[in-house]
């Protein structure tokens, strides 16, 4: 717990609308509640304005809904990815109003509005299979309060399909460019575009594409400006940095 | 030269103010002047409101001065970076306005006014031995118009630094973390700031280091959201990516 | 067989308790029993009063029953690691006693106590999927005889989480930090602890995490002094390492 | 030595115009001179109709200067890859008509007229740092009779000057793409051209570049069709596959 | 859409053949029809005289389906490569004239003839196990309208069988070596052929072969020159290349 | 085919008791039956000495089947590695006097007998999990004619269990270690063996073994003199090399 | 700064001995001075009851002038490692009493008595060439207050120079295992000693050995108990985590 | 020391020819003598009929010379590899009759004659730049005591040059195969000889031969059998072995 959140717990103890012992209390039980296996941190959702996140790969389906109860019990928006149809089969008898976003492989739980600026985020990608993290990011985007202009299967070797679309590309605040093999489309859009770019290499490829090395070192390499590069496969982080920028 | 720019010429042709003859010449040489080993694109600086940019690196000083001369004629405002201090003579001769960032070993030339945002890119690094890196991000950062908060050897070893500094990086609108061997300060700063993160490793280190690849590989797999990155040593993409978030 | 044995054997000849026909027989046949497939170290066991410890992964229950078999002759504690729920049905076929720990994946059988020293082994992990591996570290290190705190899921990204818990982790004689994806909480902790730290990277994590390497490299790069590291997922090994330090 | 060439020399024996001992010491003696730290095969530049080639790199000039030697015994033309400046002096004095390539660093020796074909092979290149191997490749095709059209300069950060060019390179037979750092442009000219592309990585970069590997891979990833690579730096491959291309 | 097509477009609106409006919607409407996943570019089949090309790898059945009908409706070829059986059953209901080439893995639909020159492409393996990648190069080279040679389980340890079958492969236009393990092939090949050699590494091996990194790192530093590189297993793209060598 | 047997048919045409007509016919059908798949080389069976050899991993139990008919009409004694019993299951089909071995997943056809010298092979290993490279090795070196002392499980963490079996180690020939994880092994055994060892990494181990890369590494680093390696998990390579060694 | 500090001024501003704006001072400014490239945190130093540590590599020798001035106004013992000779010049004319450890690469001012405990740590070494690592590790756990014992130079290769120092290495508390090429030192020690072992892979060796990859590698999946490893070439670390221990 | 090697002087110490007080200081000073730097194993070298053998690469000048003196008081033979010819000057103050090999870079000093056995090592070299590592093979195998046949420069890219000289190759007993780049003349030589052969992958190269990676990797993994492999320009290991070979 940092000075900054010591402090106002203080003010209101030297105010007196907080007694010490009550304050030491606060300090201890307040910031998370422990489950035994994952210690929620209700804190940082209301800080940061943003939904409760569950990374649902390496996770049973029981140790999700554990997780999912206590977070309902502060009526926080959550957001579980990585996630199959029979986790959100058991998600769903613990809050009747989840959803579920099949390709993105996400469910979303949504108790609270968030404000959405009128500025865009961009989602590029190059091929159809680099549909399911295409989603993962667009959907989490939206649901951290967004608005997504989805620009899918424009890859290089059609270079065309991309000028046929740049105008909606430039329009956007941020543009989150997806794509697996040499991963060369972020280059493209980053000479192309002005506006900051999130790169997310995908494991779509075989052979030298090592499971998305290729796009990831050809990313972060790019002859182009304005590129930064998130973890292989890694929608979700492109969402959530394309957020930070658009909400700015 | 991409459909919006062609549109425009050809309004002014349709609307009598060029003739087709002007345009097509207009078409052919006006993006830039050939060099024979560089061709210049003045467009591109002019349309971005950026200066023009010389990658130092594996060009003799001969060359960047041939660069330089031909930009020169346009006034723009150029930033040269990875050059010494010997580069520094030669440009100096052809501007006498030239300025030479030692320990970012950055050349600059300015020769245009650029507006500055009030908010600010903070600059944050590990250690001592990455100061020519934050050099080159906070130089650049500043030369496109930004202002540059430095907060500099906060390595994760002494943890009590970064708290003492988080009031400043709290404040800027984006920060840039630059970090070699493990990387781990982009995670700490990652958990204690709600901003966009552009991380850069740094090829400091030694042994498993591998010349930078354990801090990248270790940003790119950050728990802590909201962080993007750039190459090993980028410092120059870290500021273009920050200045274009900053200047939103 | 090392010289300092030979002259314990050796003495036991000359001050005539031991003929010199018994003493070669009991150089060729006393140190373990031959079962074809694996021979088993018994001496190793008594020697270093610590359990017989069989490493399960790629042996079949057949082939782990017939050693476990063997050491039950010699009443040894036995620990066998990474099996699954089957083969514990069958070796409690062969020792009624014998304890399954589920999440660690480990079968122990107690026929002897060991000494349990005051001082204490902390084990933190920082998030829920580095469980399995923090409870093989933990589950061995008890059984080795030590008293264990769990600090589970303080990573890095909420980092107010390890200040809660640093009375305790400081506490310790010795600290294992377990994490995946970047392996960032060694240096935190690295940073906050004056102890011995033994830093077990863990394959979680996707892309660039590339099954434990980057855990791996940020660990052996980290910052922070007084670490050191074993291999990816090695819950086992430092359990082993920070049991004998934790003995001394 | 293979079936076809002992049939024309025994041919010759069984038509009576070669005695069987000439046959056997032709079978010996021919193919190439002895050297001793390298063997000449004489026959196989007369039977390519291609030059002589001397990888220079690693040589001392005085093993390169036996070399020549040897070669310029049988009049054919000669090329001499990887050198410096110094090496070329020692070759001129052995060869008035000796040339040097400076940024290719080549020296030939030209002594026979080989047939140039009307088509051309276009070398492209994404930046300036490329150059020596764009020579390398350009020097080697024109030196194995081609002509060779020069479009250097063009990378994906600026995608106009690709289509400023487009003309010249769709009317090449066969295109070298040279580039480092991602290496897209190898991408974007196959997206572009229905002619076969021999792309070339260069070790043009720094950090994740890792000395043309990010090249590399992502070229050998491209998801554009007709291209195939050849190694980093390796603009006399090439060259020479061009060429074997080019004369069909 | 680049300049030359723009040219012909518009030269049909001054000509007067085509009015400005109508002009505007074949722009957006002719190049691609828009499935919401994937977008068929129709105009690069025709222009290319090539068949539209689905890699069926990572793509379900409904998917390709849906994408075969829209490709059925311009009575354009299609080659499906990387699909199982199952697909092909999904296939065929579509079109009763598609054909399954089991060993190739590959769905091919003729509704067009394509003009076959009267040179060949000679298709090399080292070994049995590189049949699957040597039927997908042959089967593409043919439905692009190629004869082909193949000359199948000729690898170096029995080098005598390449000399067995060196006049048909000296017959060839081109020729396509696939190998994996040490990929040794590509070079003997190299040694003994004057016309461009497409090589293809392939996955198979085990341990050192690294999953056909072995090959492919063998195959780019070939000693013998005029060989170029596709990706590890990729047989369709080293045909396509030689396909448009062969049909120069 | 080769000179020396070139001349061997030549010699027989000269003296008379081959017309040339035959000879022809027998350079072209003589050396092997073309099944299609897999060309068999029956003489290299002859001229070594040696069983046909058929790696049968990526191979379905057809194609086996399919080239062991062929060799059996030449009644060659045949050893087929890497299958599964149901393999064998087919393979007795053809041959009732085949036999599996389990443990190695070798299947051995004996139709001829082959010389035994008298000195012997050692086969060694580190662990249980290596047993089934071990009986890969032990197998095949039997099969090709040689004794083999099998002394399995001495690994480095036990090292009196060396001492133990130093006689008939020293006794051997030729010694074959087999190891994973880090391989020490083989430079313990060098240290105290004066004959040729070879070396097999195994893949067992996990984490930062990488698959056997760790033990292929520091087998080739050895300190030890007198060691040389073959692939990962190669007990076949290593045995055939024996095998050559042991019968010189 | 974390609550236990935080507590202590609390403490005195509480009891009246502090006000509250010289607390607040004293947050600020007290626990480093600031030279502007490094903070020297000199609370740490006496906190761990260890000297200050400068890591020289990279450092000009102006740079650690700077920060030795600081650190010798207080007091502390001053450890600086990866110099060469010409540093030492500059430091022993701010410190007479400074002293250089020539082989270590080690920089030493002595200002103020530690305790050395009575137990030992060994150092042992595989070979001549580990020598510099060796001193760095010796020198540092020296200086850190700690009996060492040397055993140099005891390679796998000749396993007897091992035994013959058996008793002394069993002697120590804390074992530093320091060995290129392949590491199997570390395995060997750790199979015949009860104590915890420290691994240092170094950069010896060449080839394979990868710069210390391989022994790296071997160290962290070694097959003996007991041991954790530090990074290559990495002496400084080793001896401090082993002071650690020894101390406790 | 071993049991064989107790027994020894055990046996002398039984027949009265030795004292206890004898023995055991025999067992103590005996084996070697120590330079503090280096303990040399007299015993190791008599035992081998094999001369000592310094590694001289990261040896001074002075080490090495300290070393040979040590050495020349046993009147053994002594090889020192990877010098240069400044201490070659040192060496032969100490000894009149060293002798220096040049391109091997290997200093020979002879006092002892060792027996050479009729048969013969074949070294094989692909290219010019293989003969340093070919030398130091050579120049080791003739010292150890072998008659050696050099056929250099016979790659596979001239694949005749290798037929015109498998007389000489398969007349050898052990063949020493030396190559860089790919490596595939071991392949090539592998499937045309039936003898052991040893590998060695070379250095020579650049781009994708990754210092001997893409060499090395390929002769492990080749179609050929009865090849083994040494590290990376270890002409020194290859020569040890393939003597062991030739002396069986």
């Known amino acids: ?4 959140e010591i402090k106002k717990i203080l003010d209101s103890v030297r105010d007196g609308s907080l007694s010490s012992e009550d304050a030491l209390i606060r300090f201890k039980d307040l910031p998370y509640a422990d489950l035994g296996h994952t210690r929620l941190d209700h804190h940082r959702a209301i800080r940061k304005g943003y939904p409760e996140v569950i990374y649902g790969a390496g996770k049973t389906s ?8 206590a977070m309902l019990a502060h009526d926080n928006n959550i957001l579980i990815t990585r996630v199959a149809e029979d986790v959100f089969a058991d998600v769903r008898d613990l809050a009747a109003d ?9 469910i979303t739980v949504k108790r609270r509005d968030i404000p959405v600026p009128p500025t ?8 159809t299979s680099d549909m399911p993290v295409a989603e993962e990011a ?5 649901f951290l309060g967004n608005r997504v202009d989805r620009i899918f299967d424009v ?4 270079i065309h399909r991309i000028f046929d679309h740049l105008d909606i590309i430039r329009n956007a605040r941020v543009v989150i460019v997806i794509a697996g093999m040499e991963g060369a489309l972020a280059s493209v859009v980053g000479g192309l575009v002005d506006k900051p770019i999130i790169a997310v290499p995908t494991s779509v490829g075989y052979g030298a594409a090592f499971s998305g090395l290729s796009a990831l070192l050809g990313m972060l390499t ?16 492109a969402a959530y940095s394309a957020s930070l920028i658009n909400k700015l």
């Open 1 to 4: 717990m940092y000075p900054d």
């Open 62 to 69: 029981g140790q999700i809904c554990d997780i999912v109860t």
């Open 98 to 106: 989840a959803r579920f976003h099949e390709t993105a492989g996400i």
């Open 120 to 127: 865009s985020i961009a989602v590029v990608t190059a091929g």
């Open 138 to 142: 667009a959907v989490t985007a939206e």
């Open 155 to 158: 890859g290089v070797a059609g």
């Open 222 to 237: 790019s002859c182009a400006s304005g590129i930064s590069v998130v973890n292989i496969d890694n929608g979700f982080g």
